[in-house]
């Protein structure tokens, strides 16, 4: 084992699985082409090593952030020429992130805070973007032929210091730009920082279902004794901290992703609510999803103890789930259940393959953990469909990142129109309403200052929906989280020219986020928001405490 430092170097498809259903043999064969062609070569002519790759991307590390960095441009810039033959909605996109930091070494493998930070940091890069941090940053600023933006800090999870985030100017003509850089209230902050924060909003805001609580057993003295030896632990051993991740689907039908794509969220969001665990997000579990990565780097990237792995079949109006309970380390199965339900028993089947984890978790813990019954909301099946639906019409969106992509436009309405049937069908459950709302701002994200009264018809839209969510549900904290965002974004876009009426505006934004994260402390996207909020009031310490919740 050999700890040093380096800049690491993470790059990933966008949009792997959706390209791998419509061709799976054609995006291989480009994908191994680009490596062969492009990316292993300049890696290696960089003076870099590939580390391993992960089906829809790699991992290298350098010697130099600045051979890193000089790497991830040539790769960006030459990939849209060739890719240019490509149908748009088939073109192959990279998203890279870097970060220079502390690594340790084993096997030819790297781990540790500095890969975890650069993992983050390109899932925040949007399409064909290279982001980095602010420690790759000082070391390149006024050394290479390129621009820079800031994008000032982000939360990581497991890191307790937010990481300063700045995206790469590949146009020539930004050489030597480092434009920006946060500024005082009342004065416009780049629209591209609020692009990150609303792919955070669009991939990791999801919705809690359920909750769950801790039951205080009898057996206080072993209990105590497991806890001692528990601490004792490294993340990689710790068996609390968790990530699900993605189902597999395993039959034809249409439907069936959808499906397992929403067991796979709720039973994330689920798991999340548990006191005694760390659970990662959905964001850390999307990096994997589709791609074939050994257990033990998954671990040591998400540094987690143990993964929840499935699949998800539907035969003859059955749905089958296949659940497994892995150790991270080594990728044994400590318990492994099959549940099956009908299809219109989609609900049940949420809360049984919620309960069969506890279960297998109460064992491997030596806790009990206690499912409290799905709370009052979604219980119509064809609307819980719809919305799955939806949401992968809209994560499609997202993944084209572009408002001029007329594809990115009638994925968008799609899900729209599909949310809205929902709320016919079950005009009681606040969900439906809240994404159309989150639909809305990505639409007036696009729009942004390019079209500012564009930008603001879906800013109107997005709020009616917001205020309908808590007329349905009062204490709903992804009404309220929905709500303070728009605010927060109408402010940005100095959409109220009265210093008065722009200054009620941003306090009611403030308000908003805070009651969201009042109701749920876990509302990631709400402290996100908070924390850019914070900075424009110059309060920089709480703002750089939000930022690391």
């Known amino acids: 084992m050999e700890r040093r430092l380096a800049a690491i170097f993470a790059l990933d498809m966008v949009g792997y699985s959706r390209l791998m259903e419509g061709d799976e043999a054609d995006t291989l064969s480009r994908q191994k082409t680009h490596r062969s062609e492009l990316i292993d070569p300049a890696i290696a002519n960089h003076h870099g090593r590939v580390v391993k790759g992960t089906g829809d991307g790699l991992l290298a590390e350098f010697a130099s952030a600045v051979d890193a960095v000089e790497c991830a441009a040539e790769i960006q810039r030459a990939m849209p020429e060739r890719e240019k033959d490509s149908p748009k909605e088939r073109r192959i996109i990279f998203r890279v992130g870097i970060n220079v930091g502390d690594i340790v070494a084993e096997d030819g493998d790297i781990y540790g805070d500095g ?19 602010g420690s790759a940053f000082s070391q390149v600023k006024n050394k290479v ?4 933006e800031d994008l000032g800090p982000h939360g990581v999870k497991n890191i307790d210091e937010p990481v300063q985030v700045y995206r790469v100017l590949l146009d020539p003509a930004a050489v030597g730009l480092v434009p920006g850089k946060p500024r005082k209230r009342r ?3 780049p629209v591209e920082l609020l692009a990150a924060a609303a792919v955070i909003l669009v ?10 609580v801790m039951r205080d057993t009898t057996r206080q003295d072993a209990r105590a004794t497991r806890a001692s030896a528990l601490e004792n632990l490294t993340e990689t051993e710790d068996p609390r901290r968790i990530a699900v991740l993605y189902f597999d689907p395993r039959s034809p039908q249409e439907e069936v992703p959808y499906l397992a794509a929403g067991l796979t969220e709720a039973l994330i969001n689920e798991l999340s609510k548990v006191s005694a665990l760390e659970v990662t997000s959905r964001n850390g579990s999307a990096l994997f999803r589709g791609a074939v990565v050994p257990t033990d780097s998954i671990g040591r990237t998400l540094q987690v103890g143990t993964l929840v792995d499935g699949t998800v079949a539907l035969s003859e109006d059955q749905v089958r789930v296949e659940v497994s309970l892995l150790r991270a380390s080594t990728g044994e199965a400590f318990r492994r259940q099959q549940l099956v339900r009908p299809r219109a028993e989609v609900f049940e089947l949420q809360d049984e393959l919620a309960q069969q984890v506890a279960l297998f978790l109460r064992e491997m813990l030596g806790e009990e953990l206690e499912v409290i019954e799905r709370q009052a909301g979604a219980e119509n099946v064809q609307a819980w469909e719809l919305v799955q639906r939806a949401r992968a019409q809209s994560d499609l969106a997202a993944e084209l990142a572009d408002g001029g992509n007329e594809t990115a436009w009638e994925r968008t309405a799609a899900a729209d129109s599909m949310l809205a049937l929902a709320e016919e069908i079950a005009p009681e459950w606040v969900e439906p309403t ?6 809305a701002f990505e639409r007036s994200r696009w729009a942004g200052v390019s079209d500012p009264d564009d930008a603001e018809r879906w800013i109107d839209q997005g709020m009616n929906h917001a205020q309908i969510a808590l007329q349905l549900e009062p204490e709903s904290a992804g009404a309220l989280e929905l709500k303070g965002k728009l605010e927060y974004w109408r ?5 109220d020219q009265d210093p008065q009426v722009a200054g009620r505006l941003f306090d009611q934004a403030e308000a908003d986020l805070r009651q969201a994260i009042a109701i749920n402390p876990d509302q990631a996207g709400a402290w996100d928001f908070l924390s850019h909020l ?5 309060q920089v310490a709480e703002a750089k405490m939000a930022a690391s919740r």
């Open 534 to 538: 914070l900075l424009n009031k110059d």
């Open 491 to 495: 402010w940005i876009l100095d959409l």
């Open 203 to 212: 991939l990791g805001g999801g919705f809690a279902i359920r909750d769950f």
């Open 115 to 133: 890969v975890n930070v650069a993992a983050r940091i390109e899932s925040l890069a949007d399409p064909g973007d290279v982001y980095i941090s």
């Open 434 to 439: 809240v994404r159309r709302g989150w639909l």
């Open 187 to 189: 004065k416009k902050i």
């Open 145 to 148: 032929a390129l621009g820079f």
